[in-house]
């Protein structure tokens, strides 16, 4: 990830891979996915500036994206999406929960995600992963099918 520093027009980089970066809704804080623990793993940081990392996943985590309050975060980890809710403890300074697992699916059976704005619709593309054209299921009501 390089954020340029627009005061003195140069470009702050960082050693490790990063990928994947998703700006708060508010935007005062960035996500993304790094290796900087020999592992790709999501990580939380404020934004502009950097400051604090803050590591979300726990076991691997690829792919995060924002509910729309900015207060709840979802990547997936290995055949799962998972959860995280994040609040602000002062300036500059975050608090998330631990990882929740939202959804298990079948080994290697995940191709593709999206969460609506509210956070409470997803739309998972599954399928074989040699299949040619993923198959779409929609799933409503889950925080009912939860227990929620």
């Given amino acids: 990830i390089v954020e340029l520093d627009f005061l003195t027009n140069t470009p702050r980089t960082s050693e490790f891979n990063e990928s994947d970066p998703t700006i708060s809704p508010d935007g005062r804080r960035v996500a993304f996915v ?8 999501v990580y939380l940081m404020s934004f502009p500036g950097g400051g604090e990392l803050l590591q979300l996943s726990m076991d691997g ?8 309050s900015g207060q709840e975060l979802f990547f997936e980890s290995s055949d799962a999406i998972l959860s995280v809710s994040i609040a602000a403890d002062g300036p500059g300074h975050v608090r998330a929960e631990p990882p929740e697992v939202l959804f298990r699916l079948a080994k290697n059976a995940l191709q593709g995600w999206r969460v609506a704005q509210d956070g409470q619709r997803f739309l998972i593309a599954l399928g ?11 799933l409503v009501g889950w925080p ?3 227990g929620n």
Wanted: charged fraction near 25%.
């Fill in 34 to 41: 790094s290796d900087s623990s020999d592992r790709y793993e």
């Fill in 61 to 68: 985590g690829s792919n995060p994206r924002w509910n729309s």
């Fill in 128 to 138: 074989n992963p040699q299949d040619a054209r993923p198959a779409y299921d929609v």
């Fill in 144 to 146: 009912q099918m939860l």
